[in-house]
């Protein structure tokens, strides 16, 4: 299979398409014909060894840690999915994998993909829109009635932490540059604050 792999920190300059065996699945596994990959900023900061003293890949290492794709094969304990399942999840930090044609991931960080969204679409939903609920529901506790102002609106946590605000029954405010003022509001924010 070809997959992008770093051999060292640096710049993109590290990034180098190659071909790799496929992986293959573990037990509790899904292994996922990647259609597309998200790109997020935990991926450049592996690259540049920014995060090396709390996580050291083994080298060729594939970054990419948001995928959507379909089903190939499945571990024995991950009957839930079928070969050919639209699925949307992320692969483990450490084992990496997203930016290749196929990666694994444990069945319990996959899902089934919306039809409504595009491959592409999915590819952008776990990290950022895992945060963004880890943040506001489990560690912020917010609930109907409760007020919480979102920084950063616009960016990739943030666009999904206003409407995650907004379904927990949140007043929403968010803070956003002047060009996307439209976009915030077009999302439920209350007030939008430039």
Same mark, same amino acid.
């Given at each position: 299979?070809?997959?992008?792999?770093?051999?060292?920190?640096g710049?993109?300059?590290?990034?180098?398409?190659?071909?790799? =065996?496929?992986?293959r699945?573990?037990?509790?596994?899904?292994?996922v014909?990647?259609?597309?990959? %998200?790109?997020?900023?935990?991926?450049?900061k592996?690259?540049?060894?920014?995060?090396?003293?709390?996580?050291?890949?083994?080298?060729?290492?594939? =970054?990419?840690?948001?995928?959507?794709?379909?089903?190939?094969? &499945?571990?024995?304990?991950?009957?839930? /999915?079928?070969?050919?399942?639209?699925?949307?999840? /992320?692969v483990? /930090?450490?084992?990496g994998?997203?930016?290749?044609?196929?990666?694994?991931a444990?069945? &319990?960080?996959i899902?089934?993909?919306?039809? @409504?969204? @595009?491959?592409?679409?999915?590819?952008?939903?776990?990290?950022? %829109?895992?945060t963004?609920?880890?943040?506001?529901?489990?560690?912020?506790?917010?609930?109907k009635? &409760?007020?919480?102002l979102?920084?950063?609106?616009?960016?990739?946590?943030?666009? /999904?932490?206003?409407?995650?605000?907004?379904a927990?029954?949140?007043k &929403? @405010?968010?803070?956003?540059?002047? @060009?996307?003022?439209e976009?915030v509001?077009?999302?439920?924010?209350?007030?939008?604050?430039?």
């Open positions: 299979m070809k997959a992008i792999v770093i051999d060292g920190y710049g993109v300059d590290q990034l180098q398409l190659r071909e790799l =065996p496929a992986p699945p573990q037990a509790d596994e899904v292994l014909r990647v259609r597309a990959a %998200g790109v997020n900023p935990v991926d450049w592996i690259r540049q060894g920014q995060l090396r003293f709390i996580l050291r890949p083994k080298v060729p290492f594939v =970054p990419g840690g948001d995928i959507a794709g379909e089903v190939v094969s &499945t571990g024995p304990e991950a009957t839930e /999915f079928k070969t050919g399942d639209p699925v949307v999840g /992320f483990e /930090f450490k084992r994998g997203g930016y290749a044609e196929m990666a694994v444990k069945k &319990t960080a899902a089934l993909k919306s039809p @409504s969204l @595009s491959f592409i679409e999915a590819a952008a939903l776990p990290i950022a %829109g895992c963004a609920v880890q943040a506001l529901r489990d560690l912020g506790k917010l609930s009635g &409760t007020n919480a979102i920084l950063g609106r616009a960016g990739g946590v943030g666009h /999904f932490a206003v409407q995650i605000a907004k927990l029954g949140a &929403t @405010s968010a803070t956003c540059g002047p @060009s996307n003022i976009f509001q077009s999302l439920g924010a209350d007030p939008v604050i430039d």
